[in-house]
């Protein structure tokens, strides 16, 4: 299978009912996928990496779908981080009660938005975030619409993270045998066509605005299977500066 060029094409778990059994099973596919992948490991990294002058106080976390990667993340980070408000952006409300209350006794505020990230990203009246924090979702999009998150996250955001699969033979091969985790049949196609839509080289990097000032951007790989991208504001650059 040649995965020389990113080719973004659908994953089923975006176009079937959340409430299919079928995508429930496959989201909580996705949590043990996570653990596989060491995604809570490589966000606290990633932190490291983008020097914030502060804990933030505010996240948005786009394509969050049941929030439930964020909540390990924040729990890792305690209590180093508290008091944080935390918006999660997806066009499906799947986040569970039990989700937003495990939030509520960390002393986060979690806040649910049910919106199609493209519309979000044409709104100018946005609130602003210190943080941005994307995981297996930036894949979706390529072209025009990539560039739009890029800019609009430039725009209402200090810092970005974001965690993708990351095109190589090597992940490939782990997406052919992520069956081996006890996945069904969704999060088995899904994976494949999401390496093939993956990221690899500074291909994030060349979709970022390049007329921004002020920012500090860096790509990596998260060995084995994960692709990085991290961008953050200097602390002298406005956050009001037009875009």
């Given at each position: 299978m040649d995965i020389s060029s990113r080719r973004v094409d659908p994953e089923i778990l975006d176009a079937i009912d959340p409430a299919d059994p079928r995508a429930m099973r496959s989201r909580r596919d996705l949590q043990r996928v996570h653990r596989a992948l060491r995604t809570v490991s490589i966000l606290s990294q990633a932190v490291e990496r983008i020097r914030l002058a502060r804990p933030p106080r505010s996240i948005l976390e786009l394509g969050g779908g049941d929030a439930t990667l964020l909540l390990r993340f924040a729990r890792a980070l305690q209590p180093r981080w508290q008091h944080v408000s935390l918006t999660v952006l997806d066009n499906q409300d799947v986040v569970r009660a039990e989700t937003s209350a495990a939030y509520r006794s960390l002393g986060w505020d979690l806040q649910l938005v049910r919106q199609d990230a493209?519309?979000?990203?044409?709104?100018?009246?946005?609130?602003?975030?210190?943080?941005?924090?994307?995981?297996?979702?930036?894949?979706?999009?390529?072209?025009?619409?990539?560039?739009?998150?890029?800019?609009?996250?430039?725009?209402?955001?200090?810092?970005?993270?974001?965690?993708?699969?990351?095109?190589?033979?090597?992940?490939?091969?782990?997406?052919?045998?992520?069956?081996?985790?006890?996945?069904?049949?969704?999060?088995?196609?899904?994976?494949?066509?999401?390496?093939?839509?993956?990221?690899?080289?500074?291909?994030?990097?060349?979709?970022?605005?390049?007329?921004?000032?002020?920012?500090?951007?860096?790509?990596?790989?998260?060995?084995?299977?994960?692709?990085?991208?991290?961008?953050?504001?200097?602390?002298?650059?406005?956050?009001?500066?037009?875009?």
């Open positions: 493209l519309q979000w990203a044409v709104q100018p009246d946005s609130p602003h975030y210190d943080l941005c924090i994307t995981n297996l979702f930036l894949h979706h999009f390529d072209g025009a619409a990539l560039q739009s998150l890029l800019r609009a996250t430039a725009r209402h955001c200090d810092a970005l993270i974001a965690c993708e699969p990351r095109r190589s033979t090597l992940a490939m091969l782990g997406s052919k045998a992520i069956g081996l985790l006890g996945t069904n049949s969704i999060t088995r196609q899904d994976a494949v066509t999401s390496v093939i839509a993956g990221f690899t080289g500074r291909e994030l990097t060349r979709n970022w605005p390049a007329d921004l000032q002020g920012w500090s951007c860096e790509e990596y790989s998260a060995f084995p299977f994960v692709h990085c991208f991290t961008a953050a504001r200097s602390s002298d650059s406005s956050a009001a500066a037009p875009l």
